[in-house]
C-alpha cells in the first residue's frame, strides 16, 4: 500500500522516543490494548489527546453487552447483533465478539472494575434496545463507562507504562519499504515534551474514538474530531461504512440550535421500563416494532423523526416518571443530574428528547486482528470498522468490541515482534538516524523522502461551518439534494483554505510558528485547532461521498429519496481511499461479506493470555461460557 502523498501542515519533530508499540487513545480499546503489550514485554507508549480519562469511553452509561446471565448464550448476542446490523455484519468478527466477549470482561472485572452486583455477588443485567436478554453488566449505576476507564488508568499507572498526555497525533511515519514507524505528534505545552515530536515504533494502534463533532450536535466529547480516520486516510488506509453514523434516539433536547456535546440519556432507562411518547402522551412506538422502545436504535430513531415531523415537534418525550424517585436516584444518578442541571425533573416530568450523533459504525477497515491496510498499523474501538456492527451498532457493543479487538491486536503484534520474546526491535530504517530529517511521514513516496506538499489547514472558524453543513446536509435525515448541498459546501471549505494557503506561502518562505489558542483564522498557521478542523473536514467530506453514494435505507443511513432497503445492488459494503489530489474515491464490494484486508491470512483464534499480564486470567478449570 502507497502513502497518498498528505500530510498536515507541521514544524518537524523537535523530539523523539522510541518504543515497541505506541498506542494512539486512551478508552477502553487502546488502554486494555497497551496494558497486553506492555504484558508481552513490549516497550509500550500511549498517546492520548487529553488527560488518560478523558476520553469517550468514560461517557458510556449503559454497560458493556456480554453472554453473562444464565440462560443467555453467544448464540443469542450474534443473532441480536446480526439483526441490528441490518445485513452488513460479517459473521465471523461478531462470532468473534461475542464468543470471547464474556470472557473478555471478567478480565476487565480482574483488573478491578467493579460492576453492579445483587445481594448475593451476581452481576446485575439489563436489557437495551435490540437485546432480547438482560445481558448488560452496568457500573455506578448508570456510569458504566467512568468505572472502566478509572480501572484501567489506575492498572495503566500500576503497571508504570510511559504516556505521552494532551497530545494530539498528526501523522504516521512509514520506512523506505512503507511499514509503520511511528507517529508524529504535538504536545500542548504540558508534561515533559512539548510542541512536535515523534514516537518511533514499528507497530502502531488507532484508538482515538469517533468522529462525533463533526456535527453540531452529538453526545461525544469536544476531543471526537475523527484524527484517526483522517490520519488512516493521509497514510493511505482503506476506510469502509463511514455512512453509517448512528443517531441516538433519546439525548436530552436543550433548545433549538443547541451544538456540542450533548446529555445522553441512556437506553438502559427504556430498558428498565421508560416510554417514548408525544406531547400527548401517546406511545407511538408500540406497533412500530415487537420490542417498542427497545428496537434497534435506527428504528427508534427514525420513528422518532417521523412523529416529529408529522406533528410539527421539536422533540418527544421519555416518560419513567412511574420510577419513583428511588430508583431514579440509585439506578440512574448521573442522569437525574444531568436533567435537574437543565432544569428537569424525571421524577415528577417526561424529559424532552431527540436523537443527536453518537457514534461511527464504520471507520478503518481491519481484519480480525485489527490489521489495516498499511503494514504495522492496527485500528481498534470505535476508530475501526471490524465488521462487527455492520450498519447500525447494537447498544453495548461498544465497549465490548474495544476489549476483544485489544486482546487479539496484542497477541498478533507479540506474536510477530521479536521484542515479545525478549529481543528489542530495532529502529526502523527511516528512523534509525538522530534528529528530525530521519523521520519521514508515511505519505512520503521513495521519490520525496522529505514529503510532498502538505495539506492546507482549515481556519479554526470553519469549525462550526462544517459542523452545520454536516447537521443541515448529512444528518438523520438525507436525500440526495441534501447531500449533494453538503458535499458542494464542504468543497467550497476546502477551496477557500486552498487560496489562502497559495497567498500565505506566496509572502512568506517561513513556516509560522505553531499556536495553540484561538481565533488565529489563518488556514496556514498549524496549530491543534487548525489540525483538528482539517480532521473534520476530511472525515466530512469523505463520509458526504458514501452517503450520496449509497441510494437507499439501511440501518442508521437514512435517504428520505430512497426510503426502502435494497439488498439486490446494496446488500454490500462501501470502501473509501484517499487519492494524491485529496479526492476520496469509493469501490462497491461484490457482496455483503466484509472484505478482508489480507485474502490469505486466518483468523488467529481465541486471543492467548500472557502469563505476565496485570489483567489476572481465569484459572484453568473454570467453568467456560456456555
Known sequence: MTGTGIRLTAPAPGWAIDADVVVVGSGVAGLTAALRCTAAGLRTVVVTKARLDDGSTRWAQGGIAAALGEGDTPEQH????????AGLCDEEAVRALVTEGPAAVRRLIGTGAHFDTSATGELQLTREGGHHRRRIAHAGGDATGAEISRALVEAVRDAALRTVENALVLDLLTDEDGH????????MGEGQHDGVGAVRAPAVILATGGMGQVFSATTNPAVSTGDGVALALRAGAEVSDLEFVQFHPTVLFLGTGAEGQQPLVSEAVRGEGAHL???????FMLGQHELAELAPRDIVAKAIMRRMLEQGAEHMYLDARHFGATMWETRFPTILAACRAHGIDPVTEPVPVAPAAHYASG???????????????YACGEVACTGVHGANRLASNSLLEGL??????AADIAANSPAGSGERTAVPRAAAAS??????????????????????????????????????????LRSARSLSTAAAALETVYEQAQEQDQEARSQSQTLPRVQDGPGHGKAAVPGVESWETSNLLCVARVLVAAALERE?????????????????????HLVISLTPDRRPVLRRTATAAFPPVDPGSADPGPVPLAVSSPVTPPPADAPREP
Request: glycine letters at 12%.
Open 404 to 409: 476483544v479487538f485489544a486482546e487479539r491486536i
Open 435 to 476: 534528529g528530525p530529517a530521519a523521520l519521514r511521514p508515511a505519505s512520503a513516496g521513495p521519490a520525496e523522502p522529505a514529503g510532498t506538499v502538505p495539506l492546507p489547514l482549515i481556519a479554526p472558524e470553519a469549525r462550526a461551518v462544517i459542523q452545520r453543513i454536516m447537521s443541515e446536509g448529512a444528518g438523520v
Open 363 to 377: 471507520g478503518v477497515r481491519t481484519d480480525l486482528r485489527g490489521r489495516t491496510t498499511v503494514p504495522g498499523l
Open 277 to 283: 411518547v408525544d406531547a400527548d402522551g401517546v406511545r
Open 180 to 187: 509503520t514507524s511511528g507517529v508524529t505528534l504535538h504536545v
Open 78 to 85: 450474534l443473532a441480536d447483533t446480526l439483526v441490528a446490523g
Open 552 to 572: 437507499e435505507t439501511r440501518g442508521c443511513h437514512w435517504r428520505e429519496d430512497r426510503p426502502e432497503r435494497d439488498d439486490t445492488d446494496w446488500a454490500r
